[in-house]
């Protein structure tokens, strides 16, 4: 894995180490404690992780807490899950940005000293009214020029608990005049009345993510300081407050392009809303990009950081394909999963000319190419169980399927032809009537074309279950483009077929992933409970 990374952000590290501008370097992941991770997420945090590694440095993480009313703890409790599932370790102790909450208080007390931030009186409305547009300047505020020691007073009224939500706030003097919006007299910090999940209710103001962010990066001698693009210009106030507030070490921040993947969404909120809306079932809904979707869905850590590293990192936007994310999942499954049989539409075989009571044992192989999975038994008697769809009443040409006169190997034992069959009064085929040719267990006699091969079970040795099979929850390619995303919700995002699954694969108690022959790989799903009478498996993916 080493030597394939060469991504641009590598190349800077690379390069600011041979140039020695630092000894070791640091990098962090920050995420807000307002959600569960999803897969974009888990590109942020392969990189950070990864390139650390890479480095011999180190990787933080950090949680970015400073918006109290849309925080807690049970997201903060699954980010930490999730990260080590993935088979990342952070650098000694967790890190919060509210630990910094006293130091980053000094630092606005510094800035307002040197005048350059002033407790602004205007409303939410107004300093929007006042920032202007892209094609217009901006207005001072009235407030603009206010005593140093008018603004410090003020501050620290605002910090008691003195002034209403909103009512007034702290603004960075830049220029209302620049180029960049950014640097229209930013707002550092506002009154929020909301009790912290850590600071409980110490505070009443909280800093804004630009000021918070800088400053927790250098508090931690971030050297490298990556995120995604939509802060490309954020930067240039990062610089201006780290440079204007006397902190002796400086981070560099980095902007990399975020993943985008067809047919889904990624950012919080909108995946929030999937769950309010109770299009999903929850954060870890199978059908969710979340690490905790995705892992309930069969997906493993391993491919996950696959996909991920072979996604890359540059500067462009483009739209990752969900077939790629697939294959990092087959490839991975391929070599690991047990095969057994399953039939998720079942239909009754009885095979005429088989002995009533016999039942045969036929010893096979869990896995056709990993001879270390080892073998089990599988049971052939004549009620046997195929998929409806391996059936076709009328003969077609070449087709690999049953159908009257027509003869199939069933996987791993007899070639059997179908001879009859029986419907219900709704015309539905209830039973097929076979024979088998009992020379052809394993084995194709001399001469004998058979036109496909299908999978099956013995009745004697089924269990009942349903198979939950996804498909993605929009049907447009790239939901997140559209504002009216809720438009494009596939309503047909998860089918549930009752079949039968090997009774004998519950004895392995330590497999998670299984290739149903024929049908995909499946995962049991995490609410099963032994005593449910039938046994939920998640298809994670079909086959190619
Ligand atoms: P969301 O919009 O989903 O809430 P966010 O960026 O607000 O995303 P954070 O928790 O603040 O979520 O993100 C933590 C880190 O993950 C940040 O560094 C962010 O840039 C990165 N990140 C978030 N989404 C993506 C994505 N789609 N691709 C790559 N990195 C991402
Ligand atoms: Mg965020």
């Known amino acids: 894995m080493k030597k394939k990374i060469k991504n641009f952000i590598f190349k800077i590290i690379k390069s600011d180490l041979k140039k020695k501008k630092y000894k070791i370097i640091r ?39 400073t918006n109290p009313e849309k925080e807690k703890k049970k997201y ?50 107004e300093i929007k009214k006042y920032r202007g547009t892209l094609t217009t300047v901006g207005k001072n505020s009235p407030y603009r020029n206010q005593s140093i020691k008018k603004n410090l007073w003020l501050f620290k009224k605002m910090k008691k608990g003195y002034f209403k939500e909103g009512e007034v706030c702290l603004r960075a003097k830049i220029n209302m005049h620049s180029s960049q919006i950014i640097m229209r007299d930013p707002v550092l910090y506002r009154i929020k009345f909301f009790k912290h999940h850590r600071t409980k209710n110490i505070w009443n103001i909280y800093p804004t993510y630009d000021f918070t962010h800088c400053i927790s990066d250098s508090i931690e001698k971030i050297t490298h300081s990556i995120c995604t693009l939509e802060f490309l210009d954020n930067k240039i106030l990062y610089n201006w407050i780290l440079n204007n507030i006397n902190i002796k070490f400086k981070s560099t921040q980095y902007e990399f392009s975020k993943l985008n993947l067809e047919y889904t969404i990624l950012s919080k909120r909108k995946l929030k809303n999937l769950i309010k809306k109770k299009i999903v079932d929850g954060w870890d809904d199978p059908r969710m990009p ?18 991920c590293k072979k996604i890359g990192v540059t500067k462009q936007n483009n739209l990752i394909k969900i077939s790629f994310l697939e294959h990092c999942i087959r490839k991975d499954l391929n070599k690991k999963s047990f095969r057994y049989m399953a039939v998720l539409n079942p239909i009754k075989i009885i095979i005429t000319n088989y002995p009533d009571n016999l039942i045969e044992k036929i010893k096979i192989l869990n896995h056709p ?44 034992s007899y070639v059997i032809k179908a001879i009859k069959i029986k419907k219900n009064y709704l015309g539905k085929i209830k039973k097929i009537y076979c024979t088998y040719d009992k020379k052809t267990l394993n084995k194709n006699p001399k001469n004998r074309k058979v036109s496909g091969v299908i999978h099956w079970i013995s009745k004697n040795n089924t269990k009942k279950a349903e ?42 108690k330590n497999i998670k992933n299984y290739q149903f022959e024929r049908e995909g790989y499946f995962i049991l799903d995490k609410k099963n409970t032994d005593n449910k009478k039938i046994t939920v498996f998640n298809q994670t993916v079909s086959l190619k």
Do not use: M
């Open 369 to 412: 190419q990993n001879k270390k999975l080892g073998k089990r038994t599988i049971y052939f008697s004549k009620y046997i169980y195929i998929d409806r769809s391996d059936f076709k009443n009328n003969k077609i040409k070449n087709s690999r399927k049953l159908s009257i006169h027509k003869e199939i190997r069933l996987r791993h």
């Open 76 to 125: 903060i409790k699954n980010i930490i899950k999730e990260i080590k599932w993935l088979g990342y370790k952070w650098n000694k102790k967790i890190k919060y940005a509210s630990n910094y909450f006293k130091k980053i208080y000094n630092y606005a007390l510094i800035l307002i000293k040197k005048n350059l931030a002033y407790v602004d009186q205007l409303n939410k409305k």
């Open 27 to 65: 990098t962090r992941f920050p995420p807000e404690p307002n959600g569960y991770l999803h897969l974009g997420h888990a590109k942020s945090i392969f990189l950070n992780f990864h390139i650390s590694k890479l480095f011999k440095g180190k990787c933080n993480l950090r949680f970015d807490d």
């Open 290 to 307: 979340t690490i905790s979707g995705l892992k309930r869905r069969g997906y493993t850590p391993k491919s996950i950081k696959n996909f």
């Open 467 to 508: 198979f939950h099979l996804f498909s993605p929850i929009f049907n447009i390619t790239n939901p997140e483009s559209q504002k009216n995303y809720l438009k494009y919700v596939n309503k047909k995002s998860i089918i549930i077929k009752k079949g039968f699954i090997e009774k004998s694969l519950f004895k392995k």
